[in-house]
């Protein structure tokens, strides 16, 4: 006897009987004939090789071993159901993980995503990756996440990317820097100034490199710093200038002050990136439709470029 071959269709007719003592009302509720019920209870039986139901006068009684497995039938049914109601939450992202990998700029800024995201679907895993852009480029190249943050997107086929928010570079120099109150700095004006800059491969010091070389420009001092948070305080401290995103500065930071230099713009986007050729989570996809949603309540208006209706869509369409 190997209960292991019994169809879940034998015992929904086994506990439908149970639940209606009666063949006819199963086989009226199963939309079966009542040959066909009396031929299953009869195979649950053989294979059971106990008795399940005794019929007496026309009354149907169920034996002991028939009590025992209507119990079991209904815990495992139950947690079928459970699984069932489980499916529903995950296909519609409620449930599940979605991991995010980030480059070390970007935890500026989504924090302020994942934080009303995470209080309005609390059943929902958010690891978070951060590193370097070489590191995420690496994760991605892997397939270790659901959903990667960029300044400057793989230009992959595989890779399919929604710009949400601009991401405006700027100049930084310590509070009694001699230009720190100038409202006409040039680009020429700082050559001779030593720069604090990220490490090569950086986003921001690709930018910022490729600005200089157009303009035919090359810097005389570099120093380059592992962290964002490294160059901040080294450019308050008086070791030298910097460029960084403007939004990786404090507001109540009085240590350092942000150059007018009126005659060059740095400025890339953030971008939300999935691979097109590797599954994504349904918690993800619904993270991507909580952000499109919801980037102007919660990053700052005046930064945001909403743009991941083309990547969402392009989401649906795949499934």
Same mark, same amino acid.
């Given at each position: 006897m190997d209960l292991r071959h019994i169809s879940f269709r034998l015992l929904e007719v086994f506990m439908c009987v149970v639940k209606t003592r009666s063949i006819s009302e199963t086989a009226r509720q199963l939309h079966l004939t009542q040959p066909t019920v009396s031929q299953q209870i009869k195979r649950l039986q053989e294979t059971v090789n106990e008795p399940l139901i005794?019929?007496?006068q026309q009354r149907i009684h169920i034996t002991e071993a028939g009590f025992a497995l209507f119990q079991t039938c209904q815990q495992v049914f139950g947690?079928?159901?459970?699984?069932?109601?489980?499916l529903v939450e995950l296909r519609g992202g409620e449930r599940g993980r979605c991991k995010i990998a980030i480059v070390n700029t970007a935890q500026y800024i989504l924090p302020k995503l994942l934080g009303p995201y995470s209080n309005?679907? +609390?059943?929902?895993e958010l690891p978070l990756e951060i590193g370097n852009r070489?590191?995420?480029l690496a994760r991605f190249e892997r397939g270790e996440d659901d959903i990667y943050v960029f300044s400057h997107p793989p230009s992959l086929e595989h890779a399919k990317a929604g710009r949400f928010l601009q991401n405006p570079l700027v100049f930084i120099? +310590?509070?009694?820097?001699?230009l720190a109150k100038s409202s006409h700095v040039t680009l020429h004006d700082l050559m001779t100034e030593r720069f604090l800059l990220r490490e090569p491969g950086s986003a921001t010091r690709m930018l910022f490199e490729s600005e200089l070389q157009s303009r035919g420009f090359v810097l005389s001092d570099t120093v380059q710093?592992?962290?964002?948070?490294a160059i901040r305080v080294a450019v308050g401290s008086g070791m030298g200038l910097g460029v960084v995103s403007r939004h990786v500065l404090p507001a109540h930071d009085k240590s350092f002050c942000m150059l007018n230099v009126v005659d060059v713009q740095l400025a890339s986007h953030w971008y939300f990136v999935v691979r097109t050729d590797w599954h994504l989570s349904h918690a993800a996809r619904n993270f991507l439709r909580f952000a499109e949603l919801n980037l102007e309540q919660c990053l700052d208006k005046e930064w945001v470029t909403n743009e991941l209706h083309?990547?969402?869509h392009s989401l649906t369409m795949k499934t």
């Open positions: 005794v019929v007496n947690h079928f159901d459970d699984y069932q109601d489980y309005l679907h +609390p059943h929902v070489a590191e995420v120099a +310590p509070m009694n820097h001699p710093m592992a962290s964002n948070e083309t990547l969402n």
